[in-house]
């Protein structure tokens, strides 16, 4: 195979000594990074990332032109709150990480300004960021959300109504702070989301990241968490609801970078439908420097009908034997029949209990928002879905 070739599906040989060459290749660390949309060549849905995609679905955004520029947005106001738009040039870019797909370059060429959110309050602050005004014209966008050393806030991405977007999301964590950045999606039936969020966490700081996928046809949000400073903690959690024909993926990168560095990584997931599919993909890398890491990934999937299918593909990299904990877990399956029959006894019938279970398994994310007034509402646009499900 040619290196062109390997690049392109995801493995590129390692050149930086010995202990590399030794360990197969097959890391989201090692893929070719670039903000340039003609550095990557055309997705054939072949490729280690692509593989579960609907490509042909998304096609206008991985090739064809974007609208970029301000669109309209909603932002609660909140004290020590700085928000503005900035160009695409600005040195306040790029500080989280850069593309690793088509898509996501694609986005960064064409969104020509980024919508800048700078948190510095000490005193923890709630952010609500509502967009609703896009089309189903092909748009780009560019998201920084910065928290500033000390700094402890809330920012909720709040998504609705019509969309064909690729965006990039870039949070950037001081040192010592502490932040929670929640992205949901309740788009319409036909809105296609691409998104890739990047993530660096500073010295001693905290970032719990949430994603909640309910609504659109194609729904994929990718997650990269890199701890890049000594005892940075990185939480990334994420519940979705997979109906008929839905689409929703979500491919997480934990990367300890720095001594002494924590993660949790727990996603889950409900489908119901024919042809409701849900891919995850979990990799974690502990690099040789990550002494004293603390990680663990899991996902867990409860399949409601006949016709869906679940991918769920955990991975984990350890390239120092010095760490406090690792591990990793999946589980695709129908319901705890335990769980079911205690309800029953309890006088509850057995449709409703099956309900229940679903609420309950999906609630215990999404009550990590720490937002009660967001939490009721996920709770109810799950209930809805539910109404609508045939718990055969």
Do not use: C
């Amino acid at each position: 195979m040619s290196q062109l070739e390997t690049e392109q599906h995801g493995f590129r040989a390692h050149s930086d000594g010995d202990w590399d060459h030794a360990v197969p290749v097959q890391t989201r660390s090692d893929r070719f990074k670039s903000t340039n949309v003609a550095d990557f060549p055309e997705v054939k849905g072949r490729e280690v990332n692509w593989k579960f995609t609907p490509i042909d679905t998304i096609s206008e955004l991985l090739t064809g032109e974007l609208t970029g520029g301000e669109f309209a947005v909603e932002v609660s106001e909140a004290e020590g709150l700085r928000t503005e738009w900035i160009p695409m040039e600005s040195e306040l870019v790029g500080r989280a990480g850069i593309p690793e797909d088509r898509a996501a370059a694609n986005a960064w060429g064409s969104a020509k300004v980024a919508h800048h959110l700078l948190l510095t309050s000490e005193e923890h602050q709630t952010v609500t960021v509502k967009r609703s005004a896009l089309t189903n014209t092909p748009t780009a966008a560019h998201v920084v959300i910065e928290a500033a050393p000390h700094a402890r806030g809330l920012v909720i991405l709040e998504n609705t109504g019509a969309a064909n977007l690729s965006e990039s999301v870039e949070i950037v964590v001081g040192d010592a702070a502490n932040l929670t950045v929640v992205s949901i999606q309740e788009w319409d039936d036909e809105a296609i989301h691409l998104a890739s969020h990047h993530a660096t966490v500073g010295r001693d700081a905290e970032l719990q990241h949430i994603v909640v996928s309910l609504g659109g046809k194609v729904v994929r949000v990718n997650p990269s968490i890199h701890l890049d400073n000594q005892g940075a903690n990185g939480e990334s959690y994420g519940a979705y609801f997979a109906d008929a024909g839905q689409h929703l993926e979500h491919q997480v990168y934990m990367d300890h970078n720095a001594p002494n560095t924590r993660s949790r990584v727990a996603y889950k997931g409900a489908l119901q439908g024919e042809g409701a599919h849900a891919v995850w993909i979990g990799d974690v890398l502990i690099r040789r420097v990550a002494s004293g890491t603390d990680s663990y990934e899991e996902n867990r999937n409860l399949t409601l009908t006949e016709g869906t299918r679940a991918d769920s593909i955990p991975n984990l990299e350890i390239q120092t034997g010095d760490i406090a904990g690792a591990g990793h877990a999946s589980t695709t399956g129908r319901f705890d029949e335990e769980h079911i029959f205690y309800l029953q006894s309890r006088g509850i019938s057995e449709d409703e209990a099956r309900k229940l279970v679903v609420r309950g398994f999906l609630f215990e994310v999404i009550q990590r928002i720490g937002n009660e007034q967001v939490e009721a509402r996920l709770q109810q646009a799950i209930d809805a879905e539910l109404e609508q499900s045939v718990l055969a």
